[in-house]
């Protein structure tokens, strides 16, 4: 079982506090009863992300007058973190449209693409997917296959895009296509495709370790024709944009991580409580009381790295740093965490009566998300030493 008597972080604003227990409050009701059968089923459960919208949760970065939230990214690491704790392939979900789709819409979008798009996104009407990697180019981004043609004032997209989440139920899609060399950092741009444009299908669904009701599938553009009024930016300005959209994105995986560390802690921590050996609660053991206390400490840590990300993005710095230490260090501790978690619970950690088999394996996508651990290390290396 899941603990729902969860409390927030200490120090936290009013607001967050609101969000942590709507979002608690959200996760206890429609994804706590299911979220083992949509992992078993791979199923992607659209249906709860119009009610994710009507309580804010699609468009929290994004101001009101489009239709979100206007909330900060205190408030926005809470609510997938919260979330995350129950079922990691919802908050997954969430963060990917919230910080990647509609932020990068708002972001580097004219005023009349935003109110054409945002509301609804913002309202969870519409489910939001965002196209850079594919096949061959997933650390590579600049070396993409994928082709954006203009052919008056229409451009012709052709291409497949892998491991997009929302692939195949997204109903909009942000989408880089490269319109110049390979390896031109100048050389691609960014596109809004909608579902149902001729030439824009869906491929083939991941069949994955963890966070399996999450959907990741394939985009495919086939000759698929869209109109110059659906480029976001500057022609030449697509890579530029995703990397930025990627900072941000990265706070977004640390969050996750956190609820995926916190909810393996969680179960851990009352198992051990109960399970009884040789007459005493196996946490009474310094084996298991050290393996909390590491767990604890390092939970901390990443809790404060992500907020202090946070902290930058939300008045407006440069958070390439930040955003890449963040990641880091609360993916590998989340998986560090979830193994630990298992390990606590022994033979019950090996079977889908515990929760922890399921952290274990949602964990692993933490560190490979936006960008590898190995990459992070990379931005981090970059700019030390700019």
């Known amino acids: ?18 969000v942590f227990e709507t979002a608690r409050d959200f996760a206890a009701q429609y994804i706590f009863p299911n979220f083992m059968e949509w992992d078993e089923a791979q199923y992607f459960p659209k249906e709860i992300f119009e009610k994710a919208g009507a309580l804010g949760f699609m468009g929290m970065i994004i101001p009101e007058a489009y239709g979100g939230s206007g909330m900060g990214y205190h408030e926005y690491v809470t609510l997938i973190e919260t979330i995350s704790i129950v079922d990691p392939s919802i908050g997954l979900s969430i963060a990917a449209h919230n910080s990647l789709c509609s932020n990068h819409i708002y972001s580097f979008g004219n005023e009349d693409q935003r109110l054409r798009w945002l ?57 880089i296509a490269r319109n110049g060399e390979k390896g031109d950092s100048r050389g691609m741009t960014a596109f809004v495709v909608e579902r149902g444009t001729p030439g824009f299908t869906a491929g083939k669904k991941e069949n994955k370790l963890g966070m399996r ?50 909810g393996s802690f969680n179960a851990s921590l009352k198992y051990s409580k109960e399970r009884k050996q040789f007459g005493k609660a196996i946490s009474s053991f310094q084996g298991i009381s050290f393996k909390l206390a590491d767990m604890a400490t390092e939970i901390e840590a990443a809790v404060l790295l992500t907020h202090k990300a946070s902290e930058l993005k939300n008045q407006g710095k440069n958070v ?31 079977t889908k009566d515990f929760p922890v088999e399921k952290f274990f394996r949602d964990s692993k996508l933490c560190t490979i998300g936006e960008g590898t651990s190995e990459i992070q290390k990379l931005v981090i290396a970059r700019k030390l030493l700019s």
């Open 213 to 262: 009701a999450s959907e990741t599938a394939e985009m495919v553009f086939d000759n698929c024709v869209i109109p110059d009024e659906n480029r976001l930016g500057p022609v030449g300005d697509g890579f530029i944009q995703s990397m930025k959209i990627l900072d941000g994105g990265r706070i977004s995986i640390a969050a996750l991580s956190l609820g995926v560390a916190k």
């Open 320 to 350: 390439t740093q930040a955003g890449a230490m963040a990641k880091l260090f609360s993916s590998e501790v989340c998986v560090k965490v979830a193994n630990e978690g298992v390990q606590i619970h022994g033979g019950y950690g090996f």
């Open 119 to 175: 509301p609804d996104l913002c309202s969870g009407t519409l489910i939001g997917a965002w196209g850079l990697t594919e096949h061959n180019t997933g650390s590579d981004a600049k070396g993409m296959s994928t082709t954006a043609r203009k052919d008056g004032n229409t451009w012709v997209l052709n291409g497949t895009k892998n491991f997009i989440t929302h692939g195949i139920s997204g109903d909009i899609a942000v989408v």
């Open 1 to 18: 079982m899941i603990d729902f008597e969860l409390q927030p972080e200490i120090n936290t604003s009013e607001t967050q506090r609101m």
